[in-house]
């Protein structure tokens, strides 16, 4: 596997559009991006057909629905979208252990009976529109990033393989969760990308510096004038800087 392969399977881009056509559209002009991700908006609109057509194109989904349920419902959900070949999927870990032991437990049951490879179930922790303030309105007396290491140690006990946080909480979550617990990082933004709405950004390569597992990139990739250029200049600055050899980031 070189390196350029190595980096793609890093790289998710999040295709946050409206129809089926814009997401083909997409997913054929990024030739070498290998797992896109379907979120609620999308999948809303297109359905889990949509799904099994970015697998015939060759690439992996992640499937972002951030289950919560009660544990029977979520199982079933997980199993459904492990027969709709979800490479990745998240449920909020705020659902609570039962719940993600259950998720686990399906999805490596379903992938058994289905013959293919378990989907990597991420945890949604707190998520990053919620500062401190709103968290007591909710009755959670702990400060964001306390919250975050609880709830994540929760989902790592629970099965679970990993989780999505703000890059400031990359280092943090690999210190006290270990290298094998999966970090999936949004809010990533290039150095010559505009910001949006994003607030706590870091750029590809910075991300990559501090342990991110796989980075999810939007906007500064599909709201580009070129999709491909924009992902391939990202892939180029990662390249120069990244050595994925032993599955690690020597800088
Ligand atoms: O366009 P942009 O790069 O900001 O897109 C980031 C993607 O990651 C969006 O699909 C957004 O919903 C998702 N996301 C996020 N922050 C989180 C969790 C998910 O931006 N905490």
Redesign the pocket.
């Known amino acids: 596997m070189n390196k350029t392969s190595d980096l793609a399977k890093k790289i998710i881009v999040?295709l946050?559009v409206g129809s089926k056509e814009k997401a083909l559209l997409l997913v054929k002009q990024l030739e070498e991006a290998r797992v896109f991700?379907v979120?609620l908006r999308l999948f809303s609109a297109e359905g889990p057909s949509l799904l099994q057509e970015i697998k015939n194109l060759g690439r992996n989904v992640f499937l972002?629905l951030k289950l919560h349920d009660i544990p029977n419902t979520v199982a079933d959900a997980v199993r459904v979208a492990v027969r709709h070949n979800a490479f990745m999927l998240t449920l909020h870990s705020s659902g609570g252990r039962e719940m993600m032991q259950r998720a686990a437990e399906a999805a490596a049951e379903e992938a058994e009976k289905k013959g293919t490879t378990k989907p990597l179930l991420l945890a949604?922790t707190i998520?990053?529109s919620l500062k401190d303030e709103q968290l007591r309105e909710i009755g959670m007396e702990e400060d964001t990033l306390n919250q975050v290491l609880k709830l994540a140690k929760l989902a790592k006990q629970a099965g679970v393989d990993g989780i999505?946080c703000?890059p400031q909480e990359i280092e943090i979550v690999k210190r006290e969760l270990g290298e094998d617990f999966l970090v999936v990082a949004?809010?990533?933004r290039p150095s010559w990308a505009a910001a949006?709405?994003?607030k706590r950004i870091l750029t590809p390569l910075l991300a990559i510096q501090k342990g991110a597992d796989f980075l999810?990139?939007?906007?500064?990739i599909?709201a580009a004038e070129s999709p491909q250029e924009a992902y391939l200049k990202i892939m180029e600055e990662l390249e120069g800087a990244v050595d994925t050899s032993h599955g690690k980031n020597s800088v």
């Not at 999810?216 to 500064?220: A, K």
């Open positions: 999040a946050d991700k979120g972002d949604v998520l990053t999505v703000s949004p809010g990533i949006h709405d994003q999810v990139i939007g906007r500064p599909i």
